[in-house]
């Protein structure tokens, strides 16, 4: 189930929609990339950069490798995945312009190293809540728009090109107005249903046979009427759609047998307050989430038998509201909610495990070793004490590693094999009228312990670290009782054991990211006194410079470099908002890429 937008028509759409994974990144955008092709439903969620795996998550056996994507564009409120393959996805959303909120596209052909933003949707598109991709060209999205009196009306856009133009599919009269879609699913390029809540005729169910050249009202029956939230289909003919039942507070799942031609009612073991989402992995074994009566607890369903029983499952004590659950197989599933965690289960819902790290910290940055080992690295809620967990299984428990005294916040971390990382932040004062310093922490032994090196005293504050070894890394940040501000640029070459300053241009005012594709290429991104400001090194640091950047680049918040030519850096542009630069030739020259309704940090 994906969030409502503004202007929430009904109850349903009460929680926002988080995905598997969010745990990870708790103030980040997430996205799945998987090296297996997905279901054509799977969840996605909410804002900054995205998080990639080289195995297979959303259908995948556990959750494995991740790493940080930090150019991913994602709209500030996404809301749903689909990927018909191991390299082609998009994702849908709303960004956010200065007339409201415009529904977005975005979309990799590469697994996920890089996405843009589809910039091609028909005339004022709205909101999107689903997408479905029966094929690497073949997409249907679905959500709604706002009228000129302020209503809802549902809205279906579609691609059959991978996403080079989007056109606008004809809905029955019905659905011009006090309707939205919340769900949709492809099971073929021809054949689509999708689910959400016609406030005037009362259906919440349409279709098409004919790859959307005409879409028909489905009916079902008078006891489930309510509001759909979320379908899976099986196959062509095999469908189920779940949803809540408005006049009796309960829960509701249909399921149809022939294609839609006859809907029929499931029963739902009591204590359900709604079913938001859907996953069916055949004719048989299918999963549905959502929440208890009270909407103080999550709820689990599950049926073997195509719906004739559907029997509630056991889940964690403390578990909120479930808004979406995916399915590999019969025995693998993931399910998230309200709460940020996830639920998995590898033996069919026998059991559900929690995958997911303490409510009262925020997380600012994840790094990978292996498909196994991966850090990440934040504070407490209140900032007042670094955190650092680490996982050997690939995300199924984290645990806590020591941090050195004093440590205030960390903000990113870079780890070069499976024992050596580098994290750097932000220091406590040691004292009332003393400055706050910037810090890193080191660890050659997976995290077992980490240690906090004396560092240059100018340096007050670091936000971005990279490792191109074991040994050689560099660090930057800004010097804050500076006016107007001065970038650091701090680099060590024998794994954090000791750190030294770098000379830095005199206009950089403060450098916010780093790259470092070899011990002796690096970019750094950050301001100075025209807007953003990006600097390299062709010598390990020993001279930096400054690269020219195109006219109205306001600031840059992130970069990533594959190779000594390319790069691409994200950040904001006055008059068009978030942008992306890129360089394909080592800096010698920077453009912007097309610009994109989001803000990107």
């Known amino acids: 189930m994906r969030e409502r937008g503004a202007m929430p028509l009904h109850p349903i759409r009460r929680l926002p929609m988080s995905v598997i994974g969010r745990f990870l990144l708790v103030s980040a955008l997430l996205v799945l990339t998987v090296s297996a092709a997905v279901g054509t439903n799977a969840p996605a969620s909410a804002a900054g950069s995205a998080l990639s795996s080289t195995d297979t998550t959303s259908v995948g056996t556990a959750l494995a490798s991740w790493s940080d994507q930090k150019n991913y564009p994602m709209p500030l409120t996404g809301q749903s995945i689909s990927c018909p393959n191991a390299s082609d996805c998009w994702a849908v959303g709303t960004g956010v312009e200065s007339n409201g909120a415009d529904g977005v596209v975005d979309a990799t052909s590469n697994g996920g190293r890089t996405w843009g933003t589809e910039v091609t949707l028909p005339g004022y598109t709205g909101a999107l809540y689903g997408i479905s991709c029966a094929s690497e060209s073949d997409c249907v999205a679905v959500g709604e728009t ?22 606008s599919q004809h809905l029955p009269s019905g659905w011009k107005a ?58 062509t003919s095999d469908c189920w759609a779940v949803g809540q039942n408005l006049s009796a507070n309960g829960a509701i799942i249909i399921a149809t047998t022939n294609g839609g031609s006859v809907w029929l009612s499931q029963s739902v073991p009591s204590g359900l307050g709604s079913l938001e989402g859907v996953s069916c992995v055949n004719k048989s074994d299918c999963w549905a989430a959502g929440s208890n009566t009270s909407y103080s607890g999550g709820a689990m369903l599950a049926t073997t038998d195509a719906g004739a029983k559907w029997i509630s499952e056991s889940l964690p004590t403390g578990i909120t509201d479930l808004d979406a659950v995916t399915c590999q197989n019969d025995s693998d599933c993931w399910a998230t909610g309200s709460g940020g965690g996830v639920v998995a289960t590898t033996n069919g819902g026998t059991s559900w495990t929690t995958q997911s790290l303490p409510s009262d910290i925020d997380l600012s940055s994840v790094s990978c070793a292996s498909a196994s080992a991966c850090w990440v690295v934040g504070a407490t809620s209140q900032q007042l004490e670094a955190v650092i967990f680490a996982t050997t299984n690939g995300g199924l428990s984290w645990n806590p590693q020591p941090v050195p005294d004093g440590v205030q916040y960390l903000t990113d971390i870079s780890c070069w094999g499976s024992t050596e990382c580098v994290a750097v932040g932000q220091s406590l004062p040691p004292g009332p009228a003393t400055p706050t310093r910037g ?52 680099a060590t070459m024998n794994g954090g054991s000791s750190w030294v300053t770098q000379s830095v241009p005199s206009e950089i005012y403060a450098l916010d990211a780093i790259s470092c594709v070899s011990t002796l290429d690096c970019w750094a991104a950050g301001t100075g006194p025209t807007g953003g400001a990006m600097i390299a090194t062709t010598d390990g640091g020993k001279s930096w410079t400054t690269q020219v950047l195109p006219a109205g680049t306001f600031s840059l918040q992130s970069l990533s470099c594959s190779t000594t030519s390319d790069c691409w850096a994200a950040g904001a542009s006055l008059n068009i908002g978030a942008s992306v630069l890129a360089t394909t030739d080592g800096g010698s020259s920077w453009t912007t890429q097309a610009p994109l309704s989001v803000r990107l940090t």
């Open 146 to 167: 706002i009228l000129s009196n302020g209503l809802a009306a549902a809205l279906v856009v579609a691609t059959t090109n991978g996403g080079v133009s989007w056109t």
């Open 439 to 490: 810090v890193a922490v080191a660890t050659t032994d997976a995290g077992r312990s980490w240690t906090s090196p004396i560092f240059p005293s100018q340096t007050a504050s670091l936000s971005g670290v990279s490792c191109a070894s074991k040994l050689d890394c560099w660090a930057v940040g800004n010097q804050l009782d500076v006016d107007p501000g001065e970038g650091v640029v701090v």
């Open 178 to 235: 006090q309707s939205t879609l919340y769900g949709v699913s492809c099971p073929t390029t021809s054949t689509c249903w999708a689910v959400g809540y016609n406030d005037y005729l009362g259906d919440d169910l349409i279709a098409t046979t004919n790859g959307g050249e005409t879409w028909i009202s489905q009916s079902f029956p008078d006891q489930a009427i309510g509001e759909l939230g979320d379908i899976s289909c099986a196959t």
